[in-house]
Each structure stands twice: as structure tokens, then as C-alpha cells.
């Protein structure tokens, strides 16, 4: 029996607001985060990613209230990241309704973290998030962190191959050079990345029609994509883009 691929909307939360930019920068609000869950839950979402892109200690605390907000409205899965250092940060976020946790930045400054949350919460509940930048040089997928802002030196397959061998049991990959662009996914990276590790992986950056989300659903065995301003902005409707998945012979759920 196929699987049927995931079509996930992104939720980046700042101050309590949904926001979105272009290559990680200049962020706009776009509304309240129950609001936009529900609204994308009835329209067909399969899943949900809320990221907490300013992950201070007053805003780990604005997003707990929000997961929590979140979780009792809306009932497809929640992934939830943003500035999680500890196993004591999954807790909380789990506690308050996280079907599944990511962790980018801070799984690179200690892998241990990706191994301690999967014996606690299982391989299911924690997703290895890698932000990858394609570096034409040096000719390799680059790993960022810190938002995107900090370059690692990492390869970025080698190290997805890392994350699934220390517990993670799905990977987010974000191509930064397609983030925001509407110009397509990368599909190199997610035909490279299939290759090489065999947990579900959500391909994020680059959605900007319905013919990018086919083009990557039928060029890669990827299980899940990711988008967030083609639908913040009603440019692409969920219900719209199933229907044609579906007719293009992709496995969806409607």
C-alpha cells in the first residue's frame, strides 16, 4: 500500500503573530496562529510546523500558550522547533499539545539531543530540521544555523545520514536558496537526500504553484511538502492543489 504524501503548511511565530518573509528576512504579519490552524486544518492540511523564530525565554512562553491554544482546536499532527536546547524544552512543548518536535541549530552544538528526545519521547517524535544553502564552489549542500545566518562547514547529506543514525525519525529540510523564491523546489537536493536515509522526510522552500508541489511529489520519493506564504496568502488553495495532485497520480488524502 503507497503512502499518502503530506501536504504541510509552516506557521513561523513571532510575537505571538504568523509571519513570513523571503530567504529567512523581512517578515510581515499575516495573522492570529489558532485562527490560521484551524482555518488550514478544515481546508485540508495533513499536518501542521510551527516555528518559533524568536526563541527567547518570554517567547518560548508565548509559544507554549499558542501550541497549547493550538493543540485543543486542531487535531492533525503538530510539529513544533525554534530554540529548543534541551530535553526539558520538548517536554513542555509536548506537554502542551507537540505531536513531534524538530531541532536544528542546537542538534549541531550537541547531537546527544536528538538521541536523549528519541529514548524519551521515540524515534517518531523528533524530526532532525537541517536549513541548507548549495555552495557553488566548493560544489556541496552546506548546513546553516542560527536562522540561517551561520554557515557550519557541514555536509548537508552526510549530516542528514548522521541525524537518522543518532534516533531522528523524520527529517524538514529547508533549501534556503529556494526559501520564499516561488521558483520551484530543489529537487536535486531531495533526490540526493532519498538516496541516502530511508526515514520520511518534508521538503520546505521554493513552492510557488501547484505545478512545484507535482513536480516534487512525482520527481522525488519524498513523503511530505512544506509551504507557508502561497497559502498564508491564498495564492494556492489546499482543496485546489489535492485535487490535482490527485489527478497527476500522486497518493494524497482529500
Given at each position: ?52 523564530i ?12 499558542i ?24 517536554t ?11 531541532v ?56 542528514a ?14 533549501s ?44 522525488t ?34
Amino acid at each position: 500500500m503507497t503512502l499518502a504524501k503530506r501536504i504541510v503548511p509552516a506557521l513561523d511565530i513571532k510575537n505571538g503573530q504568523v509571519v513570513k518573509g523571503v530567504q529567512f528576512e523581512n517578515l510581515r504579519s499575516v495573522g492570529d496562529p489558532v485562527t490560521v490552524a484551524k482555518a488550514y486544518e478544515q481546508a485540508g492540511a495533513d499536518e501542521l510546523v510551527l516555528l518559533d523564530i524568536t526563541a527567547t525565554l518570554e517567547e518560548r512562553d508565548t509559544m507554549m500558550t499558542i501550541v497549547n491554544a493550538i493543540s485543543s482546536v486542531v487535531f492533525i499532527p503538530l510539529t513544533v522547533g525554534g530554540g529548543i536546547r534541551s530535553t526539558q524544552d520538548m517536554t513542555r512543548l509536548i506537554k502542551a499539545g507537540a505531536d513531534k518536535i524538530f531541532v536544528n541549530s542546537a542538534a549541531v552544538k550537541q547531537p546527544e539531543l536528538i538521541t536523549k528526545g528519541a529514548a524519551i519521547f521515540g524515534s517518531q517524535a523528533i524530526v532532525g530540521a537541517i536549513d541548507v544553502k548549495w555552495e557553488p564552489k566548493s560544489k556541496f549542500y552546506q548546513v546553516y544555523v542560527a536562522g540561517g545566518t551561520q554557515p557550519t562547514g557541514l555536509n548537508a547529506i552526510s549530516w542528514a545520514k548522521e541525524m537518522v543514525a543518532l534516533g531522528a525519525g523524520e527529517l524538514l529540510v529547508t533549501s534556503m536558496d529556494a526559501d520564499g523564491t516561488k521558483n520551484g523546489y530543489d529537487i536535486d537536493l531531495y533526490q540526493q537526500l532519498t538516496e541516502v536515509v530511508s526515514v520520511p522526510i518534508i521538503a520546505s522552500g521554493g513552492a510557488g504553484k501547484i505545478e512545484d508541489f507535482t513536480a516534487l511529489l512525482t520527481q522525488t520519493t519524498v513523503d511530505a511538502a512544506l509551504a507557508a506564504s502561497v497559502f498564508h496568502l491564498g495564492e494556492i488553495a489546499l482543496p485546489q492543489l489535492k485535487q490535482t495532485l490527485k489527478q497527476e497520480g500522486v497518493a494524497i488524502r482529500i
